[in-house]
């Protein structure tokens, strides 16, 4: 008959464990209301980085749709009035070091205001150069009627610069903005 003292460290260990493991769940469960609000607030952080005059971010309606591969957020900016301002979407790509999650900001008249990219893995000092406006600026001012391209292959491609050293990084922005576009183009033939 085994005895029973050899077996009391696995016991205590296992007792500790879960009393851990219940500790862990109520503290997560107490602190969800707050990590909720603290995410809400820098998503519209960088929401009113793109369209500062905004009061108001309304989920668009996508007609019960899911949104595409690689889009995870699409909103409409409003004004205090209720007028739209424009639209934000958030594209994501992987890049060099993981997903680069892109916010692109399009006027109502198809015109993109503004492109931030959002916190990232790439690589500091080559790939992280995609968030600066060097790199940027060559999608804003753009009318949303052509997809961008590093190598343009066609008539209905805008060409783009990508960042020397960083071609992955930079493919990875221009495709979540093409994503941003592509469901653009698809919501001004649905008249929304």
Do not use: H
């Amino acid at each position: 008959m085994p005895n029973l003292k050899s077996f009391m460290p696995a016991v205590v260990l296992c007792v500790i464990c879960l009393v851990t493991t219940g500790l862990l769940s109520l503290t997560y469960e107490l602190t969800r209301e707050e990590r909720d609000r603290q995410a809400e607030a820098a998503a519209n952080a960088n929401r009113l980085a793109l369209f500062p005059e905004a009061v108001a971010f309304d989920e668009i309606d996508a007609s019960g749709a899911p949104l595409p591969e690689g889009l995870l957020e699409a909103t409409q900016a409003k004004a205090a009035d209720g007028s739209l301002i424009g639209y934000l979407f958030l594209g994501t790509k992987r890049g060099y070091g993981g997903q680069v999650p892109v916010m692109v900001a399009i006027d109502p008249t198809g015109i993109i205001a503004g492109v931030r990219v959002l916190k990232n893995d790439e690589t500091p000092g080559l790939g992280k150069k995609v968030e600066q406006s060097t790199f940027l600026r060559q999608f804003v001012n753009q009318m949303t009627d052509k997809q961008f391209a590093l190598k343009v292959e066609n008539s209905q491609q805008m060409p783009v610069d990508a960042v020397a050293g960083a071609t992955i990084s930079s493919r990875a922005v221009t495709e979540s903005i093409n994503i941003a576009v592509r469901f653009f183009q698809e919501l001004d033939k649905e008249g929304q």
